[in-house]
């Protein structure tokens, strides 16, 4: 079974339209985070939650929000697409504020 | 503030080659390091980890050093496979919460 499962693993969309990103990890960890990889592969993290609860919440605009409805499972929904939003997506989590991390295959997401 | 930064990509290696890619960081207090790597179509790993100056992390070959004196963190490997052919990002945690801080990766090519 996939640790971390993230859905769909490409998404290709309209500008202006909304879609949805969806993330389970069966790890039994409680903490689960959104990163964003851009075409460089620079990496740079989005939002955490530790059991449903908001932890990090970086400099994202607020077309993203992050919704959390039990701690395996950590979803992002993404209003009025723009072409910047083109990135590659990962989902993650980890047991506590833990450094080990596990990554999801990511969801690469096109904007035209 | 914190920032971690690597060598530029992408490095080409004939296979049994010896590897070198590097790592300096900064920040404030005394950050864990990390070295992730990403194969093609893939999630990141942790790789390896250091947690105080003058650790060393090793996995499957792997090694790289806490150098507080130099801020430095250099990923090596003694002779290198096909298979290792990936992204490789230095990370560094200075808080607790799992807001790991990327590089912004290496590539690694190793042909045959």
């Known amino acids: 079974d996939t640790a971390v499962s993230q859905t769909p693993k490409y998404l290709v969309t309209q500008m202006g339209n909304d879609k949805s990103i969806k993330c389970e990890q069966n790890?039994?960890?409680?903490?689960m985070y959104w990163y964003k990889q851009d075409s460089k592969k620079f990496l740079k993290i989005m939002f955490s939650?530790?059991?449903?609860?908001?932890?990090i919440n970086e400099t994202v605009p607020n077309r993203f929000s992050p919704k959390s409805p039990d701690k395996a499972h950590l979803n992002l929904h993404i209003n009025s697409l723009e072409l910047g939003d083109s990135a590659v997506y990962f989902c993650?989590?980890?047991?506590?504020?833990?450094?080990?991390?596990?990554f999801g295959s990511g969801t690469q997401l096109s904007v035209l | 503030g914190n920032s971690v930064t690597q060598m530029e990509g992408p490095v080409t290696l004939s296979e049994e080659a010896f590897l070198t890619i590097n790592c300096t960081y900064t920040?404030?207090?005394?950050?864990?390091l990390f070295w992730y790597v990403q194969y093609p179509g893939e999630g990141l790993q942790l790789l390896l980890k250091?947690?105080?100056?003058?650790d060393k992390g090793s996995n499957k070959g792997f090694e790289a050093t806490y150098r507080k004196e130099t801020t430095s963190f250099h990923l090596e490997k003694g002779s290198v496979q096909v298979s290792d052919s990936a992204v490789y990002f230095c990370?560094?945690?200075?808080?607790?919460?799992?807001?790991?801080?990327f590089g912004q990766g290496t590539e690694l090519s190793v042909k045959p």
């Open positions: 993650a989590s980890s047991h506590g504020g833990g450094e080990k991390l596990f």
């Open positions: 790890l039994g960890h409680d903490t």
């Open positions: 920040a404030t207090g005394y950050p864990s």
């Open positions: 250091a947690t105080k100056a003058d």
């Open positions: 939650y530790n059991n449903k609860e908001l932890i």
């Open positions: 990370a560094l945690n200075y808080n607790q919460g799992g807001k790991l801080i």
